[in-house]
């Protein structure tokens, strides 16, 4: 597949995509499916619409090829039921909070119409992650503008959620994803080019050790504790969510079935 040379490239990714309830972007493929897919399938099964958008391929990986790359998130937005997966072909590692960036996610945000946005963490060990959330907190804003790269409607979603990355983090709010657990594991997997493989000859990295994956289970079940459930995934805030309905807001119970009275 061709990277993104020129304007008409652009175009067709962005009108590739269809408009979605709750979107998440991220720098690379599987960075989604490691990170708030669950939050993602949740809302699928309760009957919303959700889409990724992933900045690059991952063409400076280490193991795999953007094309494997490309066959993998694709297999993963089938198991998660995605309505849109598109790709903006950045250059892998070199995503900058540029003007240039920030009016293509303001593009990508007035095409996809999402009422909540999902970015990844400020903090971050990967330069380009945090990238993308700093592209994120300023294209938020700047979609809603509406002389601000004239020539799409404006649309401002109602909500920016940074997933809890590798830094350690207290989260705003935690999803609970138990009942979609598995999905998110099966989405996971579909990365098969980048987890551990005894039989592969490729040189290890952070990922592929044989205990990421254990790893990655430990965080969403300890996000899943702190609000008494078996597996969550937490989210900060920068700005703070309306509210006219407190009590039902805190009217789950920790540690209880669903439907089950304490």
């Not at 952070?206 to 079940?221: C, K, N, S, Y």
Request: glycine share 8%.
């Amino acid at each position: 597949i061709e990277t993104m040379a020129n304007d008409h490239l652009t175009d067709e990714v962005i009108q590739q995509a269809a408009q979605c309830d709750i979107v998440a972007f991220a720098a690379h493929p599987d960075d989604v499916e490691l990170n708030c897919a669950g939050t993602l399938a949740l809302a699928v099964k309760q009957g919303r619409s959700a889409g990724i958008v992933d900045f690059c391929r991952g063409e400076l990986g280490t193991r795999g090829t953007p094309e494997i790359r490309d066959e993998e998130a694709a297999r993963s937005a089938k198991v998660l039921g995605l309505s849109s997966r598109i790709n903006l072909r950045l250059p892998d590692g070199s995503i900058r909070d540029t003007d240039e960036s920030r009016a293509l996610v303001v593009r990508t945000l007035r095409r996809m119409r999402p009422q909540v946005v999902i970015a990844p963490s400020l903090t971050d060990h990967h330069a380009d992650h945090m990238a993308v959330a700093e592209i994120l907190q300023r294209s938020f804003y700047l979609a809603g503008v509406a002389k601000y790269a004239p020539g799409d409607p404006a649309w401002r979603p109602r909500a920016l959620l940074h997933y809890c990355g590798s830094a350690m983090t207290t989260p705003s709010i935690v999803v609970d994803i138990s009942a979609v657990y598995q999905q998110r594991v099966d989405a996971a997997l579909c990365y098969e080019s980048q987890f551990y493989n005894a039989a592969s000859s490729e040189p290890s990295t952070r990922i592929a050790h044989p205990d990421f994956l254990d790893a990655i289970e430990g965080r969403a079940r300890h996000f899943g504790m702190t609000i008494g459930v078996k597996y969550g995934e937490g989210y900060t805030m920068r700005e703070p969510i309306p509210i006219t309905d407190l009590v039902g807001l805190l009217g789950t119970e920790p540690w209880t079935t669903p439907g089950e009275k304490s």
